[in-house]
């Protein structure tokens, strides 16, 4: 199994950028499939951006889509989220995970602990 980090998160004002890193353990972290996903205060956590084992096809969610970013660099073992134009709206706990995609994109894998982004008006 996969053992993820997140880091990069921080205050920043709307309109700011921020860039996300999950630094990932482990040999086979190139075969998985990853997402981010966030979970704001007081609801369910939902899905951000997914990026495929060779980082060739990437999905956003609509709310995110033309100001974030994801890639991945397979030889650094991370996966990154690039965020622009951030509204206050984005203030979250992101994490990462391997993902699954369906109907919907799912966390495969055992959550972390998160990195806080807190976008201020």
């Known amino acids: 199994q996969v053992q993820l980090v997140e880091s990069g998160g921080g205050l920043v004002q709307a309109g700011g950028s921020l860039r996300l890193s999950c630094a990932a353990s482990g040999r086979t972290f190139s075969s998985y499939i990853m997402g981010w996903f966030r979970q704001a205060p007081g609801k369910e956590r939902e899905f951000v951006a997914v990026?495929?084992?060779?980082?060739?096809?990437?999905y956003y969610a609509e709310f995110v889509k033309g100001r974030f970013t994801i890639s991945r660099d397979n030889a650094k073992n991370t996966v990154y989220l690039q965020m622009n134009s951030l509204k206050p709206e984005d203030t979250a706990v992101y994490y990462c995970?391997?993902?699954?995609?369906?109907?919907?994109?799912?966390?495969?894998?055992?959550w972390g602990q998160g990195t806080q982004v807190t976008v201020s008006s």
């Open positions: 995970n391997t993902a699954r995609r369906g109907t919907t994109v799912s966390g495969t894998g055992s």
């Open positions: 990026i495929s084992w060779t980082g060739t096809s990437t």
